[in-house]
C-alpha cells in the first residue's frame, strides 16, 4: 500500500493482491514507519471515517460502495464532496 497525505486528501494505491484483500471484506495494515501503522478497513456503514489510537492509525470506507478496479479505471473509492479528509483509494497501474 503507497499512502499520500496532503492538504486534507488521504490517498491510498494498493497493489493487486491487496485490492483482492479489501474487495473480499478484509482489512490491510502496513507499516508506516517506527510502529506507526495505518489500516484500511471496509466497514459496513456508509460513511468513511479516519481514526487515530496514539501510533495506529485506522481509515474506513464503506465496502457497499467500492468497486472493482481496472486499468482503464483504477479508482475503487472516494468519499463525496465536503466530507474531511477527502480519501481516495486506487489500484497502483505501476505494479
Keep these: 500500500m503507497k499512502i499520500r497525505l496532503s492538504d486534507g486528501d488521504i490517498r491510498l494505491r494498493l497493489n493487486e493482491l491487496e ?3 479489501f474487495l473480499e471484506g478484509r482489512s490491510i495494515t502496513t507499516s508506516v514507519a517506527d510502529g ?5 478497513i471496509p466497514n459496513e456503514g456508509t460513511t468513511p471515517a479516519l481514526e ?3 501510533s495506529a ?3 474506513r470506507v464503506p465496502a457497499s460502495e467500492a468497486i472493482s478496479p481496472s486499468m482503464v479505471n483504477p ?4 468519499s463525496p464532496p465536503g466530507v474531511t479528509p477527502h480519501m481516495l483509494v486506487e ?3 505501476q505494479r
Design 19 to 21: 485490492v483482492a484483500t
Design 36 to 40: 506507526l501503522t495505518l489500516t484500511l
Design 52 to 54: 487515530n489510537d496514539g
Design 57 to 59: 492509525h485506522t481509515v
Design 75 to 78: 479508482r475503487m473509492y472516494e
Design 91 to 93: 489500484m497502483d497501474r
